[in-house]
């Protein structure tokens, strides 16, 4: 990939979408400038790996949807935008920097799941003391459609090849918090079957 973009705050549904921003908000994370908003990534984050190193204690995943275009052809992928929380509570744009962003192998083309996009499911699983819980599950109805999506970020002329965007993410049950391990999916209830990937995470001290 050349080019990567998080999209943030994609929420179809306003009370949905004001949930998560007050979920940040509870972290000291300022409310965005526009919703959707647009962040620019290095594309030398993306990691395929089943562990990243963070710096701190103070990061976390997110499950995310994730839109590719390669080749000439659109695909749909899972992948997380792990993040240092305490980065973003004061610049958003150089916390979403600061992490790797892990995302799965396995990818589907958007062509043959556009006719049953809203059915399909985003679902993480956060490791926490030990213990492997539900962190975030919704399906893609709570979204912005991808044409929406892409057109609002790219214009209409589309997403250029060698782009991968994330497309956004659900409130954390719980509220956000660091994992020693997160597993992320996105399951396709209508075709049967599901792209499924987790990492590790390994703290890096800080010594000052």
Same mark, same amino acid.
């Given at each position: 990939?050349?080019?990567?973009? #998080? ?26 400038? =526009?919703?959707? #908003? ?5 594309? =030398? ?9 963070? =710096?701190?204690?103070?990061? =976390?995943?997110?499950?995310? /949807? ?22 973003? *509570? ?7 920097? !600061? ?15 556009? +006719? ?8 993480? /699983? ?32 589309? !997403?250029?090849?060698?782009?991968? !965007?994330?497309?956004?993410? /659900? ?10 391990? /997160? ?10 079957? *599901? ?9 890096? +001290? #800080?010594?000052?």
């Amino acid at each position: 990939m050349k080019d990567l973009v #998080i999209a943030g705050w994609t929420g179809r549904d306003p009370v949905a979408r004001d949930k998560h921003i007050a979920e940040l908000e509870e972290l000291g994370v300022p409310r965005p400038a =526009s919703t959707p #908003i647009y962040y620019r990534v290095a594309a =030398s984050r993306l990691v395929t790996a089943t562990s990243i190193e963070a =710096s701190g204690g103070e990061s =976390s995943g997110e499950v995310e /949807f994730a839109l590719i275009r390669a080749g000439g052809k659109s695909y749909v992928g899972v992948g997380s935008d792990h993040t240092d929380r305490k980065v973003e *509570t004061y610049n958003i744009t150089v916390s979403k920097q !600061m992490c790797d962003k892990p995302i799965a192998p396995e990818v589907w083309l958007l062509d043959d799941v556009l +006719p049953h996009w809203d059915s399909l499911v985003l679902r993480s /699983f956060a490791t926490i003391d030990g213990k492997r819980e539900l962190y975030q599950e919704g399906t893609l109805t709570g979204m912005l459609p991808p044409a929406e999506l892409i057109e609002r970020g790219f214009g209409k002329a589309g !997403m250029p090849d060698g782009t991968l !965007m994330f497309g956004g993410t /659900f409130a954390a049950k719980g509220g956000i918090r660091p994992a020693s391990r /997160f597993d992320y999916e996105i399951a396709d209830p209508v075709l049967n079957r *599901t792209i499924t990937h987790g990492y590790e995470i390994v703290s890096l +001290p #800080i010594l000052g």
